[in-house]
């Protein structure tokens, strides 16, 4: 197998859930979010938004844009809503698409992935959060912010925290499965 600094970073890359108080710079930043313009997605419809959320007010809304917790047997006695504390990390991406626009969230995840690897080849640790990307914008009330959260006509795909790993020298990548390919 051929190694270099891309495939490093992709096998290094793990979901960081503990982050310094270390601000993420508005270079590191510009430099995350400038990889995810450059996902391949369908027709080159680029169909993606990025909202970076890192006031306290920002916070404010996008917590509040999360309804009532859903009648979900699989959410148990989780506390609501979860992850309000963003695991320690100074600021999350909310990635969003166009819903008119065709195959967006094939384009929308890309992107996310490529924000990924962007803020690990510089250092900086990820972790997907489900509660920002699918339970927003569920009922009047917690649509109140959505426009300005994201464009209009646009819906949440992924939330992503962004941050210095509390510990830049962890290495918590997961084992993976093999047998997962065959030739034909
Ligand atoms: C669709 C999706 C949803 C996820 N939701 C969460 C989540 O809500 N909270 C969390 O801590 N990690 C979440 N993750 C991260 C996965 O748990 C993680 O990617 C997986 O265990 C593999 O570990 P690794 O990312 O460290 O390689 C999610 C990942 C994906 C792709």
Redesign the pocket.
Known sequence: MITNETIKNIME???C?EYSNDPVTDEELETVLEAGKYAPNAKNNQAWHFTVIKTSEGREKVLSSIGPKPDDPMLGDLPWP??ADYRGAPLMILVSGDESARFVEDGVFIAAGYMMLAAQSIGLGT?????FSKYLFRDDESRRYKNEIMPEGYRPYVAFFLGHPADPKAT???PRKDNVSRYL
Do not use: H, L
């Open positions: 890359r793990y979901s859930r979860p992850d972790v997907w959060s489900t509660s918590q990548q997961k």
